[in-house]
């Protein structure tokens, strides 16, 4: 894996670190996929990207740089992603396609990767908007059967919705017909559309808002976005 310093956020902006500074140290083995194909990795670089690393590593059967974890229900296209980001290398990663950037937030949010999760929410913000696309009904079943209630990339597709109802001027009736949409997204959007009904004259595309807006820190904390 080709690695170069870069500037990551931790969970708390203000405590970013060059990933560079993580890149030594015990070396571990993780196995990856159906086929338990082994990948050896950086622990510090684990554990600073991903509290679910972080919580293993700490206990003492991980304490050895020999031990093994195992991620069988993960796709290893899906960890060599998010393995490139973790160790700063996002460039080596096609995040231009949409779909591997979803399936890194997927992961990320899994592996409780604040940091990436933002790499991946800028990535698909961007590729919408580059291509002057909408996420699909499809796209939106997919995220809600793949993400927590939380999310923020839920969030971003049900603005998504609301903006192009509202600008649009499509009938939310017949847009909503059938059941295309899971019944938490319909929850979402009539909850945002109770709350966002006063500033519909002033909507803005979310897809070109400050990134920021879909990030996993507090909104006091400092944003490169």
């Known amino acids: 894996l080709s690695t170069t310093p870069a500037q990551f956020r931790n ?5 970013s670190i060059e990933i560079g500074e993580c890149i030594t140290g015990t070396m571990v083995t993780v196995t990856v996929g159906s086929d338990l194909e082994p990948k050896t990795l ?9 509290e679910f690393f972080k919580s293993k590593y700490e206990q ?11 991620l069988k229900n993960v796709k290893t296209s899906a960890f060599q992603n998010w393995t490139a980001c973790a160790y700063g290398n996002s460039f080596a990663v096609s995040l231009i396609d949409v779909d591997k950037a979803y ?20 990535a698909i913000r961007k590729a919408y908007r580059d291509e002057g696309q909408w996420p699909s009904q499809r796209r939106i079943n997919t995220t809600y059967q793949n993400t927590r209630t939380d999310s923020t990339v ?22 909503f017909g059938g059941d295309d949409f899971p019944r938490e997204f319909v ?3 009539v ?24 990030h996993m820190h507090a909104a006091a904390d400092l944003c490169n976005a």
């Open 60 to 70: 003492h059967e991980y304490a050895s740089g020999i031990s093994k974890l195992s």
């Open 103 to 122: 399936q890194l937030y997927y992961l990320a949010s899994d592996l409780k990767s604040p940091n990436l999760q933002d790499t991946a929410m800028d």
């Open 191 to 214: 909850g945002m559309n109770q709350k966002m009904i006063q500033f519909s004259e002033n909507l803005v595309d979310p897809r070109c808002k400050e990134g920021c807006e879909f």
């Open 42 to 50: 950086h622990m510090n670089v684990l554990c600073h990207q991903s």
């Open 187 to 189: 929850r979402d959007y």
């Open 11 to 15: 969970t708390n902006p203000r405590k």
């Open 154 to 175: 839920r969030r971003f597709l049900t603005q998504c919705v609301y903006f192009r109802l509202v600008k649009e001027k499509i009938n939310a009736n017949n847009y």
